[in-house]
């Protein structure tokens, strides 16, 4: 499976309807990002209008749907809007929504992909990203039985298996191979079901108030009276409905055969586009639901985070004449001994750096830290690369010495291993966002030889001091 270029959207598209669990009118616009951007919904109703990124650390809840949220704001039931970018390999949008769910539309994905592909799709000049399974990845919930492995392949598919021991339903299986047609004319129209055996617990948990017969399917797995009938059709606002025999509620025809499976493998599809990343592999999993998926795409991003950075590791030659020595490090930055944590630059590109930082008994901290026992500090090994992250950013002003760096954020931050005198430590830091009004976002890993002793991500603003 060979990289890809990233996508956009051609032009801004608008789509309508009401929240399945809100029942609220709500409307929701896709329009055109640049490479890298993501996509990230905006809550155009709130104040400041906040953008969220659709990022599988953002996601807030799994009950009956994925919500996503940073600070006050969320978006909830974002999976079948999220399942549409990715069957049509849309990898950079802005979604504006005025309310706090998307619309629920059919109940399937095909509304909104009918959406993107009138907006038309942009080909960008960077490539996208790609996670490729190298070996067996298991994911297993013990309670509910649910099982998902990743499994190396050439190319991204994805199986699911469902099983209700439900009379109607029975074991059902759909597949997905990675095509966009095969998306669109096999997976986007499958519509999300409910049993009727639960409606009343939903209706009762008000998460349902925009549900009704047109945008789900209803499973009927067992006979009622009509007595529950008639305050069934009262509260999906129908005059009347039956069930004649066990099976679909009112006879409903099927889009698929498979349906319910296939809506499984459409959401699983959507949940697991929050990695941001493209997939290389295999995917078959046994009773999916959203609180798994999300897991399993928990666990694919820490995978790929872990391969990326293997992969990216640096290589330093001591011989080599440096990007910056510490002479020219201290013409930038304003540390001085003993806090100034980087000795020098071997690597230096708009997108990362790479500094070096040689740990020796000299360290003042060994004083303290520990008498006989001396380990270099986690919190000094986060400085460090904050410092070489500051030397990225300085490079893009003029007059560095003009300006300062202080930290905003630290976060996902692991110390893997102790780093001791006599170890040279490799701070490389990545930006995972392009600098906006001085805040620079990166991905901070620090290694000594093949091995990552630290990893985190680093928000910090940089301020000219003369302004």
Known sequence: MSLRKQT????????????????AEVSLTFRPADANHGIRFQRIDLPDK??????????????RGTTIREKDAQVSTIEHVMSALAGLHIDNVVVEIDGPE??????????????LLDAGKKELAEERECFVIEEPIEYKDEVTGTEIVGLPSDDFEVTAMIDFSSPVLGKQYASFHGSSNSYVDEIAAARTFVFLRELDHLFDQNLIRGGNLDNALVIADRLMNQAELDLLAKKLGRPSVQVD????????????????????????????NLIGKDIQGKIVASKPGHSANVAFARLLKEKYKIQRRLKGRPKYDPAATPVHDTMSIMGMLPHRYPFLLVDKVIELTSSYVVGVKNITFQEHVFQGHFPGNPIFPGVMIVEALAQTGGLLALATVENPTDWDTYFLKIENTRFKQFVRPGDTLLLKMELLSPIRRGIVHMQGTAYVGDNIVAEGELTAQIVDRTK
Do not use: W
Request: with cysteine; charged share 15%.
């Open 8 to 23: 956009s959207i051609a032009k801004s598209i608008s789509i309508n309807g009401v929240g399945l669990h809100t029942g």
């Open 50 to 63: 906040p953008t969220i990124a659709a990022d599988v650390n953002r996601v807030a809840s799994t009950l």
């Open 102 to 115: 998307t619309p629920i539309m059919d109940g399937s994905s095909q509304p909104f992909v009918e959406c």
């Open 245 to 272: 025999q066990e099976g679909i509620l009112n006879t409903t025809s099927l889009r698929y055969h498979n349906e319910p499976a296939k809506h499984k493998l459409l959401d699983l599809v959507g949940d697991l």
